[in-house]
Every structure is written in structure tokens, then in C-alpha cells.
């Protein structure tokens, strides 16, 4: 069987780092970007020990001729065009609106949007002249409803949740597919920064098959830990005001 490919930033920690290994269990020859170069090579080194292919590239996503740069050199290096690009790179800076940090705000915009729309742009015109692929693009639940101290990462993640949902429609015409990845909190260097309970916390290996899988199978939107997903979705169908009498006391909490 030929390889599939894969490409993937954020593979340095965290969720990215565990789905770069699930996916080379899978069999998929991988391009990992992170700006830890350090870290992709012992990841890379890992893969290949373990018999897979992996291309570890120091990369800024927020540098958009570094991103496209990358993904021309995976390709050259892997041997084609990827089947799958997975955007995973991202950040979280808590913000409260009575303490509004505009820098802060500003980066979680960028790394997490931008972030997105710069893999997109290197990878979504070879996927529609080869009319093949899927674009993944790591989300979260907390773009479902905009929860309190987290402001511009709720923001962040319901602009990535608009774009790919816009995305996977206008691509249907060329056999492109589109996946949203809506995790809930998943035990990685940033939730490790959290100073408040986390419901329904998941290892991030268990996190990495769910995304795999729903990779594999061409699932439109991946949401998980269930209960989560459950919780979310329920608060989203709450009037405006009940929705903010619940939240109230969460709003209070610290953020530093």
C-alpha cells in the first residue's frame, strides 16, 4: 500500500505531539512543524527507531512564506502531496475583560487563526488540483460559547469553527474534505497552566486516537470528551440570560 502523508503543526508537545505518534503508527509518513526544533527531532528520531518516516522543520506558523516553504520541502522530502494537513498549532493566554490585555489578545488571535489560514493556504491548492485530501483544523469546544476569562481564545476558536465549516462546503466540488476538531480539556502544557477545575479532563494519547479515528473515517466534526460536547451543546440552546446568571461566578476566578 503507498503511504498516506501527513503534515502537522504544533507536533512539538501536547495533543500534536501524541497525534504525530498515533499517526505513524498508522502508517503515515509525516512533516512535523513546531518552533522547538529540538523536540521535532527527538520526536522524528523516535518515528523512525519505531520503523515510521518522520521530517521534523522548525517552523512559525505565524510566518506565512515559512509555512508555505515547509510544505514544499515535505513534499519533496515524503515524495508528493499530502493527503492530510492537520492544524493543530495553537495557544492560550487567559484574559479578563475587567483586565483587558490587548497584546495577549492579539497573539491568541494570530497563533490560532491565522495559524490556520496560513496552513491552508500552503496546502489547499495542491489538494484541489490533485482533487484529494482532508484539511483538519484543531478547534476546541470553547468555540461554542464564549466563556468567561477566556474571551479571545473563544473568539480564536469560533472564527477556526466558521472558516472550515465555510471551507467544507465551497471544497465539496473538488473532493477535498474538511474536519473540525472541537476537543474539551485534554492534560497538555497548556491546560497544565489552569488554576481552576477542569471537567472531564483527557490523556492526550486517548485524545489523539479519538482524532485519528475520526480522521480516518472522514467525520465532519470531531468533539470530545462526550459529556463535554454534551454540556456545551446544551448551554448553546440557554437564553442569554440564564446562560450568563450560571457563568457569573466563573468570571471571578483568578487568571494569574
Do not use: W
Not at 26 to 39: F, I, Q, V
Not at 72 to 82: A, N, P, S, V
Amino acid at each position: 500500500m503507498t503511504p498516506k502523508r501527513a503534515i502537522l503543526t504544533g507536533a512539538s508537545s501536547g495533543i500534536g505531539f501524541e497525534l504525530a505518534r498515533e499517526l505513524a503508527r498508522r502508517g503515515y509518513d509525516l512533516a512535523l512543524l513546531a518552533r522547538r526544533s529540538e523536540l521535532l527531532d527527538a520526536l522524528s528520531r523516535e518515528i523512525a527507531e519505531k520503523g515510521g518516516r518522520a521530517v521534523a522543520m522548525g517552523c512559525d506558523v505565524l510566518d506565512a512564506a515559512a509555512v508555505r516553504n515547509a510544505v514544499q520541502r515535505g513534499e519533496q522530502e515524503l515524495g508528493g502531496g499530502f493527503d492530510v494537513a492537520i492544524a493543530n498549532a495553537g495557544v492560550s493566554i487567559p484574559n479578563h475583560a475587567s483586565k483587558f490585555n490587548l497584546a495577549d489578545a492579539e497573539q491568541v488571535i494570530r497563533v490560532n487563526v491565522l495559524g490556520v489560514m496560513y496552513l491552508y493556504d500552503a496546502v489547499i491548492p495542491g489538494m484541489i488540483e490533485r482533487r484529494n485530501g482532508r484539511f483538519v483544523g484543531i478547534a476546541s469546544v470553547a468555540g461554542l460559547r464564549g466563556l468567561p476569562t477566556s474571551g479571545p481564545y473563544s473568539a480564536s476558536k469560533a472564527a477556526v469553527q466558521a472558516f472550515l465549516e465555510a471551507a467544507r462546503i465551497e471544497l465539496v466540488p473538488y473532493d477535498v474534505g474538511v474536519t473540525i476538531v472541537n476537543p474539551g480539556f485534554v492534560v497538555t502544557e497548556m491546560t497544565a497552566k489552569n488554576r481552576f477545575h477542569m471537567p472531564f479532563l483527557m490523556d492526550a494519547p486517548r485524545a489523539a486516537r479519538i482524532i485519528a479515528d475520526g480522521i480516518e473515517r472522514g467525520a465532519r466534526v470531531v468533539e470530545f470528551p462526550r459529556r463535554m460536547s454534551l454540556l456545551m451543546r446544551v448551554t448553546r440552546l440557554l437564553p442569554d440570560a440564564l446562560y450568563e446568571r450560571m457563568m457569573v461566578p466563573y468570571a471571578r476566578r483568578k487568571t494569574s
